[in-house]
């Protein structure tokens, strides 16, 4: 034991000291933050309750749900009904019939499951789906089906009109049976659909990344700005109670001064991986390669870059856009970063050896001079060890996940005394925040909680768990037709974009790379001398 | 022993009783519900996060005693400390006694292991790491060295004696990763109740134990996790929600490590006995039990046997309820729980 931690241990008695820390330990009610000292006329640092003095409400940030604005039926195009267009459509309420008879069985066996229930009980958007683009024969078929379910009912139920299926999505966008598109192509499709749909005057709610290359992003930027539509992207993660209360902490300066941060991913199975299914129905008379392709490089039939299209640079954005965005846009909306004055990157293909090119272990490391911070991004898609997001600041430090914990820093000027005097500990936190506990106390599970824990999947509105997706497409519907921008627009979406791709160019093409923002210019520096 | 009157010692003193009073004034809420002050601990133990809540009605300091529990465990049980006991045990070291924490485990496994006929087994590592999970996958596996790897896994390998443990040969090792955690909830739960601490949630990555009433003054409430796999982004949500008195709930699972076979969804679980991944249609197996190593345990056996094999195992253990979510024959989640969990659940 080091001299200086005796000296400490001589300082508070252990009695005193584990006294603090169990009562620095965190009552439990949804939201909470404690307080220690009171009125009990001692020095000034004593006297003020923490939570008093740190200004942070123990509220929910969502004391609502944004009600629907009321308007016309949205008429809808669906733009790639793959795995994720699957899931946007249902979560704005539209499932395939066998997907509902799953549900119905379920319950039968087991009327405790709600499943059914809750997904009859999703909000009406008030749209219809018209119009239907995928390559892929049977991924055209089931959006077709999932079109005219609007009782959202099972095989033989009562349905609507289905969608028309379009071959192209050009013949979709000029068709003129739609007001609005989803987009959840792969990315190399992003850009060509969302500015087409842009031009056309039709609203774009296009996945991340937004674009695969810099000349994309700055084209479709111009297109949307030039159109006045309503633009989101498909974040749902902004749609997160944690981080809108993670920005009023930062707001509040609760922190002190921030100079690192560390967001990350990891993940350890296949499907994390991007080594998704191959359809048992895939093959070359069912999947137009041709369009799948598009203006990429001719390359021979293959299911496996159709259905795992992530690993190859012909189709996707690698780690950067597919991961690094999530956390960057969790960051960004807390901090207003904007794009990195320089990027650096590193990695390689460690694990996932199956002819992929892109890498299943990255970092990137993104500065920013201006606001003397850094922000560091670290992944690997073969550890699930569990790291939050951190930002750490000179008086505390704040992780931010599913939940939300401030610790205090040992060395910290704002909570030094608080400190000395043992009315802190820094191994405990200052300020939790635990949306939605209220119902239950804890959840047995054996799954990664890295999507959950990232705010992926779902937020929580007074103690109900709500579907993030849901919730961002609402907020884009009601943009809509409100004429007002959602809160991840071309702006955020450029912004992000744009740092991805300089992640990317830094590790492909072994170089610095900077932002000059004044000429709007991505600069690339010197490939590294190794003597 | 010396006391110090001096002014050091005053103030120790109103720093002590200081919090004490204002946890109590900061707790009305509760008081009035259950006349009990909650508490909340947390942190990272065995790879995964601890939680341990806990009511009382006067203030009892237990967050000392609980780091230096989990630090002993950690010091007997885990195979990520090269110099703890068990990695000792693996690596042949001469001498190695096993304290009471690696007794009790390594026997509650044995029981386990005979009981479920090997399907729990913490000889079978060797195995786990052979198949592995990664882009190979299932069945392009050189199988010829099963042979090898086998003879070195199986639950009469190990045994203890005279307060030893021992192994048939030195290749054989062991991991608990399987038990401890429910162990170690186990023993933070029988600490909590020796300071007359009655009611209580212990949780160490998902294996949770409670006693009494929560601090709303209900019975604890525990949501299980329901698994989906249809979508990259994966679905973390609640399939039911259950209320513990007095009991244990352990999940065991691989939701989304699974793979399509003639039409068939199976998971990527090793079956110790066989050698060969475990085709079977279960995607998460929960199991209420009294203790909750026991129920980490035979959630984890449970994932191997498979759906019939599993409600035989359960319907035939007094204390045991099962619930099962399994992959039905179109591959959609289908649930059996047994006749006795359905006291559990609420929602």
Redesign the interface.
Known sequence: MSDNKDNQENKI???????????A?????GAFA?????K?G?DEA?RKNILDDLNISTESPFSTVDKMVEGEKIRLGIIGYG??G??LMRAAGFAVP??I???K??KT??P????LDEFKALEDLNIEITAICDVFDAHANDGIAASANYFREGTRGKMGKPAIRYKTYQQLIESKTVDAVIIATPDHLHAPMAIAAAKAGIHVYVEKCMTRTVEETFELEEAVKNSGIIFQLGHQGRQTESYLKAREIIQKNVLGKISLIEVCTNRN????A????IHKDANENTIDWGLFTGNGPKRPFSAERFFRWRCWWDYGTGLSGDLLTHEYDAINQVLELGIPESVVSSGGVY????GREVPDVWQAALEYPKRDLTLLYSATLSSN??RGKIIMGHDATLEIGENLHVYADTQSTRYGERIA???IDPKIPIYSYIPGRK??????????????GRG???TYINGR?VDTTFLHIKEWLNGIRSNKQPSCDIEQGFQEAITAHMATISYREGVKVYWDADKRQIIRGEPAKIS | MKINIGLGCFKSILYTILPLLVVSGSCNYFQEKTRLNYYKLGGFTQGTSYQVIFGSNEFISVNFEIDSILQEMTQSLSVYDSASLISRFNANHPNVVPDKYLTDVVKESIKIMELTDGAFDITAAPLIDFWGFGKTGYGKKDTSKLVKIRRNVGHKKIWLENGKLYKANPEIKINLNAIAQGYTVDILADFLERNNIQNYLVEIGGEIRTRGMNQEGEKWKVGIDRPRQDNPDGIKDIQTIIELGNWSVSTSGNYRKFYIENGNKYTHTINPKTGYPAKNDMLSATIVAKDCATADAIATACMVLGLEKSKSLVQGLKDVEGYFIYSGKRMDDQVFYTPGFEQFIIE
């Open positions: 008695s252990h009695k005193r000291r584990d006294l603090i820390k169990a009562l330990a965190i009552p439990v009610l404690f307080g220690i000292s009171r009990f001692f004593q795995i994720r699957k899931y066998s997907w008879d799953g549900l069985e379920s066996k087991n405790n499951d709600t499943r199975d296949p499907n994390g991007w080594q998704y299914e694990f996932y050896k199956d060890r569990n005097a043992g009315i119902k239950m106390d804890a959840v047995t599970s054996a799954t990664e909680a890295y999507f959950a992926l999947l779902y768990r």
